[in-house]
């Protein structure tokens, strides 16, 4: 018996910027962004296109490839941190645009771990009831909470959204375990302000300052070495070895963290997908977009072992395997 996905999707939005665009918008070019980052384009949310729209239909595509119904949805959590408002969260507005009206749902901030996160979550709802089937998301429209004119960050990121449907099953598959962590003294390395959480003078005032803010070589440094920690502490936790695992879909953030991770664990390139270079960083949704793309190009089979890793603000990171 285990916890399985039943179904993924994933929706990226209409218009796509390359690098190219974005040499009119800040001071850089092509050839820095592909070498620093491995990103090639990124998509760029519309109108219509706000964070539950997108949450929604990647939803909608994950119900359907599990045959799942809304209404046979217990629970819906969505891993963001460009929420479509600040309440109510973006999980409600998701529960009703996909009509899931037997579900309790909620928003879920930790960043680029977000969809991790949300998976811990959904394990241990369904090892308390077999019942359950739980709706986990990740979507970002990061492009609502860049500065166009900071160079360092503006070029990282992406829009999109990804889905899975969590359920329970009698055979020997499922979730074999997770390790989850995070380090909130380091959250100024990779921080968003909002609104101040304090106003004692009682004072009307402009948000000036909702933008990703970051130190890229800091945060580099410890994105490697978390996600190679949790990786390995999860691994022997369960005695197991990198040699059992069929494929890791890591956090999408940039190509050289990914190469550098592909390195520590010594794995074969081959093993790790990767889709950075279509998409950026999508944050929370870049593990369900990247599941979802390798689930439709037929790289998983049943049986296979899948490790996932994340890192993200906070800091927050994890690892988490699943036999498929
Ligand atoms: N285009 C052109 N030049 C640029 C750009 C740009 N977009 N951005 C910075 N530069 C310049 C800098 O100004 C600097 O110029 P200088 O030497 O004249 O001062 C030079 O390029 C080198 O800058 P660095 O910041 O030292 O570049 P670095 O090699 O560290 O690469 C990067 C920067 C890509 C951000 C890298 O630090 C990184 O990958 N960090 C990880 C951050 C990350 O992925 N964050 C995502 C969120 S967290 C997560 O998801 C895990």
């Known amino acids: 018996m285990g916890i399985v996905v039943l179904g993924?999707?994933?929706?990226?939005p209409k218009r796509v910027m390359s690098n190219v665009?974005?040499?009119s918008i800040v001071d850089t070019n092509d050839e820095w962004i592909r070498t620093r980052t491995g990103i090639e384009s990124r998509h760029i949310g519309g109108k219509d296109e706000q964070t539950y729209i997108l949450a929604s239909?990647?939803?909608e595509k994950a119900m359907v490839a599990a045959e799942v119904t809304p209404d046979q949805i217990g629970l819906i959590v969505v891993g963001t941190i460009s929420s479509h408002m600040q309440m109510p969260s973006t999980a409600c507005f998701v529960q009703t645009e996909i009509g899931a009206k037997n579900a309790f749902a909620y928003d879920l901030n930790a960043a680029c771990s977000g969809f991790m996160y949300g998976l811990d979550l959904a394990y241990k709802y369904i090892l308390a009831d077999h019942s359950m089937k739980v709706l986990v998301i990740g979507a970002e429209t990061l492009s609502s909470r860049l500065d166009w004119a900071d160079r360092n960050t503006c070029i990282l990121f992406g829009d999109g959204a990804g889905a899975a449907v969590f359920g329970f099953t009698d055979d020997d598959r499922g979730i074999i375990g997770t390790h989850m962590l995070s380090d909130g003294s380091l959250w100024e390395l990779l921080h968003?302000?909002?609104p101040e959480s304090s106003n004692p003078d009682l004072?009307?005032?402009n948000n000036t300052g909702a933008f990703i803010r970051?130190?890229?070589r800091e945060v580099f440094k410890h994105a490697v070495r978390a996600m190679e920690d949790s990786v390995n502490t999860l691994l022997a936790s369960k005695g197991l070895s990198i040699d059992d695992i069929s494929l890791i879909i890591p956090h999408q953030a940039n190509i050289r963290i990914l190469h550098k991770l592909v390195e520590r664990l010594k794995v074969t390139p081959d093993k790790v997908f990767?889709?950075?270079s279509k998409y950026g960083n999508t944050s929370a949704a870049s593990i369900p977009i990247a599941l979802d793309d390798a689930n439709?190009?037929?790289?998983?089979a049943e049986g296979d072992m899948v490790l996932f890793c994340s890192f993200g603000g906070g800091f927050t990171w994890g690892a988490a395997l699943i036999k498929w």
């Open 8 to 12: 993924t999707g994933s929706c990226l």
């Open 203 to 205: 004072k009307v005032e």
């Open 296 to 300: 439709s190009q037929g790289l998983i």
């Open 192 to 194: 968003m302000h909002g």
């Open 214 to 216: 970051m130190e890229g």
């Open 57 to 59: 239909r990647a939803a």
């Open 21 to 23: 665009d974005l040499e």
């Open 274 to 276: 990767i889709n950075v």
